[in-house]
């Protein structure tokens, strides 16, 4: 008859053992499986009155020569190895005074613009320049060049969104200055407007393989205005209310390859049910007053705030006045892997729990991560 193991010197065994594996850099899988990593993002919010009188006092005391892009990182207080929104995208605020100019660059990453405040701001991207008024959400895809400028008479400030996180982790974070600030205008300003604006017609003399759209900035005038028509119709989606995504007119895909961006007008009084879906998402007010419930606390928000609803997070929204928010996420590549999903919360009638509401957290330390350009 065989005798038992003593417990004891079982334990002392693999104890043993893992050390030994742990010296060659390895791990065993057993000891860790079924076991789910818990994303470090956590809901926060970020109040422009916050933002703002620091952008100011970076364009008083920081040349633009110096910092190349003055901008403001939003940085979550749950990720401490790096300055990001999420796991996966930046949300920054940048600033440009009258008659400055954000020299010409390239990267890896996607970068979109929002307008938020001021106007003759221009992006120019691959020989087009765009000019932007508030609201508006101006395309820089992927390894283009573009550099920024203004030619108007009052300080500008938009927001940023970039995929650089993921970018990172994937190990691509490519990166190139281009020898003079701006790269030549080989285009008429807008054309790209003109040729794809419409959405339903394409010029069939052009050819545009790329991944992203062609359509260079998506004016805020036609997107509210097709967002009020519709909601003349339609109470839209239970749970984002009269929401429209960006597209790509060519293919009906997101407008960058890698991040979707969307619209949505709450109503007055509107309040949304509560679902959740893989990927972050980050949300800028472009106009309106309201809460979000995010994780069971809730939200309040103004007009040119941000917020980020992490990844598998219960979210609703309720708007005290007219809203148009703004979002994006990286689901397209959660759809392009197969992982994306959704879920609807049924209990409660559709609706969280309310466990608290949002208070500004300490300011953690953090790691230094990789310099991070826009």
Not at 146 to 155: A, C, L, P, R, V
Not at 170 to 181: G, K, Q, S
Not at 261 to 289: D, M, N, P
Not at 314 to 326: D, G, I, M, N, T
Request: proline fraction near 6%; hydrophobic fraction near 35%; glycine fraction near 8%.
């Amino acid at each position: 008859m065989k005798a038992e193991p003593d417990p004891d010197k079982q334990i002392q065994a693999m104890d043993l053992f893992y050390e030994q594996v742990k010296r060659v850099h390895g791990r065993a899988l057993w000891q860790t499986q079924g076991a789910s990593k818990k994303s470090p993002t956590i809901p926060y919010l970020w109040k422009y009155k916050d933002f703002r009188p620091l952008l100011f006092k970076a364009a008083e005391i920081v040349p633009i020569e110096l910092a190349e892009r003055r901008v403001l990182v939003m940085a979550n207080p749950g990720i401490l190895t790096d300055w990001q929104a999420s796991n996966t995208l930046l949300a920054n605020l940048q600033i440009i005074k009258p008659g400055e100019v954000a020299r010409s660059h390239r990267h890896a990453a996607c970068a979109l613009r929002v307008m938020v405040e001021g106007r003759g701001a221009y992006t120019a991207v691959d020989g087009e320049k765009s000019y932007m008024d508030p609201g508006d959400f101006v395309t820089t895809p992927n390894w283009t060049w573009h550099d920024h400028g203004n030619e108007g008479e009052e300080t500008v400030i938009w927001l940023d969104g970039l995929d650089i996180p993921l970018v990172q982790g994937l190990e691509t974070n490519f990166f190139e200055i281009y020898p003079d600030a701006k790269y030549p205008l080989s285009s008429p300003d807008d054309l790209s407007q003109r040729l794809y604006g419409s959405g339903s017609l394409r010029p069939t003399w052009i050819k545009h393989n790329a991944l992203h759209s062609p359509l260079l900035n998506y004016k805020f005038a036609q997107t509210y205005a097709a967002l009020k028509t519709i909601a003349e119709q339609t109470d839209g989606s239970p749970y984002d209310g009269v929401c429209v995504e960006y597209t790509n007119p060519l293919t009906g895909g997101p407008a960058m390859a890698t991040i979707a961006c969307f619209a949505s007008l709450l109503c007055s009084g509107t309040r949304t049910k509560a679902h959740r879906h893989a990927g972050g998402t980050v949300y800028h007010v472009i106009q309106g007053t309201g809460r979000s419930v995010i994780g069971g606390k809730i939200f309040e928000w103004e007009e040119k705030d941000t917020f980020v609803v992490p990844s598998w997070t219960y979210h609703e929204h309720q708007a005290q006045a007219e809203s148009v928010l703004f979002s994006f996420s990286d689901s397209p590549v959660l759809q392009r892997l197969g992982l994306y999903r959704e879920e609807v919360l049924e209990e409660h009638g559709g609706y969280q729990k309310i466990e608290g509401t949002f208070k500004p957290l300490p300011v953690p330390e953090r790691g230094v991560g990789v310099q991070q350009k826009t």
